[in-house]
């Protein structure tokens, strides 16, 4: 079975002794098979994935959803649960705060039909891109106060409420706490203005015009725990003028930061990246994606001279 044809169980609390056998005794009970778990503890927030067959449980969807609950709320943890049916075609959750370019592209891919998903919601920290997105047919939230600072709660809500499969951040000038990271482990993307590792967190364009650099770039990336060090998807380059200024960099990043973010949401929807180590693997090379120079830039590339393949005379 694959990923998509399992049942998928999200608990997300307080550290504590005993969570995961209770939860697993109760799924042992119900005859559900578990298939695979993933686990983490960080800063005291504990949370667990698990992926189980729940095809021959001898109680009902509704009542395996409701007992979870009631487990959750007896340990005080959180227990969501999504079985196959709820996920028939797999929802977008797109976070924006005012720059409109990655959101606009991945609206055009929608309508060009690009996207095996729809977008169901888009959130914001503030009210800027509204407009853009209903005139698209898409919902909007703004869970942000005057200064910008998003209310998480309302936040995991609503992506709760869309029932989300992927949250991709496109351009959200905030930064996710482990509550919203740990319960979308591997199912948050993000774009950033840099070619990572260099230059992460905020005013990234800025520090590539401060640090003098011939080539910037933008990355896209899983988003974890720590802050632009999540495992890289795509990445796209650029020369830098001599003379450009902030804007002038920004001017000619922002189109790649549209083309990358798509890129990385493309790879992640079609099953077709995998996270191992720390680090993102293909898992189908024939697949046709830009993970990073364009073929024209690649051929541009000088290949010789290489160490080794340089013939030696006597002389030498």
Known sequence: ?????????????????????????????????IEDVDQAVRDGLFRMTMHVD???????EHRLRRELAELGDDLGVDVRVRF?????????????????????????????GELDAEIGVVI?????????????????????????????????????????DLVVLARFMRILSPKVVFRYEGRIVNIHPSLLPAFPGAKAYRQAKEAGVRVAGVTAHYVTTDLDQGPIVTQRAFDVPDGASVDDIRERGQPLEADALLEAVRLHLNGDVAVHRGRTEL?????????????????????HPVDGEVEMTSDD
């Open 84 to 112: 196959p049916a709820d996920r028939d075609a797999r929802q977008l959750a797109v976070l924006v705060t005012r720059e409109s370019h990655c959101l606009q592209r991945l609206l055009d891919a929608r309508e060009a």
């Open 283 to 303: 898992r189908d090379p024939g697949r046709e994606y830009q993970l990073g120079l364009s073929d024209v830039a690649d051929a541009a590339t000088p290949d």
């Open 124 to 164: 914001g920290n503030h009210d800027d891109l509204r407009p853009l997105a209903e005139r698209h047919g898409i919902p909007f939230h703004d869970v942000g106060d005057e200064d910008g600072s998003h209310d998480e709660e309302r936040l995991l809500e609503l992506l709760d409420d869309y029932d989300t």
């Open 1 to 33: 079975m694959t990923a998509r044809d399992l049942t998928e169980i999200t608990v997300v609390g307080e550290d504590d002794t005993g969570l995961i056998a209770r939860v697993t005794t109760l799924l042992f009970e119900h005859g559900v098979n």
């Open 54 to 60: 729940a095809t021959n449980a001898d109680a009902s």
